[in-house]
């Protein structure tokens, strides 16, 4: 699992293609047909929640669909007022837990991450591939043990105990990741602190991680969405108790045995969404190149 | 050892956190997990502190074993979940690096407004996934679901597709490739951004055509890429289990092994641990042995992986 150095550089692709001639103007017309039309695809699931969640429940199943059928903005404030269950305690729940895991997420993996890249040491092999391997480990054999640790740590129902699961799932693939992206940093760098007389933490910390940035900034996405969105450990681990919820446990209220009140469902889902979306507008520019030269070159 | 020590102990230091969090939480759970699959453990004679009561379950050799590989329809039907499962992962995979190489290839050339079209493409990724679960099952109502009035409207049949027939299937598989594309479109573009672009020059120098140049230069350049996110799709969409539970609840004919395992561990009052562990270990041996022959596989071809 080794990447180049010279991997990072990304290829000006606009340079290359003019030079191999101009594509025609039915081409340029195909390929911007396509990728609008793949774009409305990614695109219309979200905003068609975004517009059922203007309606009152009652108009959301109708059988002629419109864009506005009595819309306001009443699903947003009984959701938000707490009407349906205690909304704002989920969503202070799930900020706490997602934060967390985050944090706790890349710190582990960043350490482990630059051990990996940087140090030879007995175990290394073996230590990566057991990573690739909790990858593995469905959540099914986990699940009655891990509640019996929690439960004799004292950590069941509470945040931290979550916290915990998710960073299981979120490390090794973030190891992964920071890996790939500590090893197309030079490791001159590391030398020339060295000389200047840093420790390898104070290397570490001041000069790698700095420079690592776009791959932190893509570990920490992945961590967070990791932990905001899931649901089997979240539904099995959580107490009972309302306000102790999670987002996405909180979430099913609003979809009973028969009848699903999607209007209200809709306004919730775009209020999870939304921290989401804006963590993932922080990181996209990131994500290219964090991404590739991470975790996917092997 | 003190060598060893003085030489190694910042290495060790480092990761030493991971290795305590992932072995208290993983492999030590991992083994519990395979010691319930030999006995009758559930609900009623697991130890529970709080109402004081110890544990009460009694070993049963390898009766869940048998019981489940006979493939007994009150055991989930293994073989035939088994084959389910197979469809399942291999149909999303397939579709999710088919679309994403695709996309990554139209959007790995220059062209205006690439940046905007990438933020709208990788935006399934950012959006939960419970949250797009919820809004493809209020699509795909029969009913009254968008999907099904369009295509009413086009004059095409409409299923009713989260019923009890094999459109479920379908619909799940439809959704899970919605969300996995854009991880596989992200990971391959970068891919195909570090392939130098000497190389394509090379190749038209030579006279290739097109196809020659996405078969010989395009392909081989993303092999790294492509070994691990294939392998890193296939162990996720194997344990996917969010999408298929929230868009079809317990329909037998969405049920693949993780969701049966679900199943087992949390309805009825009797909640059988046992057979959920059980399934849980033959998941994961499928999933071993799987990556072993890739990895095989993979070196044969000459990948040191």
Known sequence: ?298 | MRRFLDRHWYAYAMVLPVVVVIAVLVLYPLAQGVFFTFTNINEANIANPILDRPATYISVGLRNYLNVLSGDPSYGSFWSTLARTLIWTSACVLLHYGIGLGLAMLLNRPLRGRSAYRVLLILPWAVPAFISAFAWKYMFNAQYGIINQALRAVGLPDPVWLGQSDWALVAVIIVNVWLGVPFMMVSLLGGLQSIPGDLYEAAEVDGATPWQRFRHVTLPGLRAVSSTVVLLGIIWTFNMFAVIYLVAGQNPNTRILVTYAFERFFSGASRDYAVASTYGVLILSVLLVFASVYRRALRRQGEVW
Request: hydrophobic content about 50%; glycine content about 8%; aromatic content about 12%.
């Open chain 1, 1 to 298: 699992m080794s990447v180049e150095a010279a991997s990072l550089r990304t290829v000006p692709t606009g340079r290359r293609q003019v030079k191999r001639g101009k594509r025609g103007r039915g081409a340029s017309v195909a390929l911007h047909v396509t990728l609008v039309l793949a774009s409305l695809i990614a695109v219309f699931p979200v905003f068609w929640v975004l517009v059922t969640s203007f309606k009152p429940d009652a108009r959301a199943v109708e059988t002629t669909p419109k864009l506005f059928n009595e819309s306001s903005l009443d699903n947003y404030t009984r959701v938000l007022s707490g009407e349906k269950g205690d909304f704002l305690a989920w969503f202070g729940n799930s900020v706490l837990i997602a934060l967390l895991t985050t944090v706790i997420a890349v710190f582990l993996s960043a350490t482990a991450g630059y051990a990996a890249s940087r140090f030879r040491f007995p175990g290394k092999r073996s230590l990566m591939l057991s990573f690739l391997l909790v990858q593995m480990f469905p959540f099914a054999v986990l699940i009655v043990p891990l509640y019996n640790i929690l439960l004799t740590l004292g950590l069941q129902g509470t945040s931290i105990g979550l916290v915990l699961v998710y960073c299981t799932t979120a490390v090794p693939f973030c190891t992964y990741m920071l890996k790939g992206y500590f090893d197309t940093i030079p490791a001159d760098i590391d030398e020339a602190g060295r000389v200047d007389g840093l420790s390898p933490f104070g290397v570490f910390w001041r000069l790698v991680l700095p420079l690592a940035r776009p791959g932190l900034a893509v570990t920490a996405f992945y961590a967070f969405l990791t932990a905001w969105g899931e649901v089997a450990f979240a539904s099995a681990f959580l107490s009972a108790a309302d306000e102790s919820k999670t987002l996405a446990v909180g979430l099913q209220v609003f979809v009973q045995q028969n009848r699903t009140e999607w209007g209200h469902l809709a306004a919730a889902s775009i209020l999870v969404a939304i921290p989401a979306i804006a963590v993932f507008y922080l990181v996209q520019r990131f994500l290219v190149t964090g991404l590739s030269s991470g975790a996917v070159k092997g």
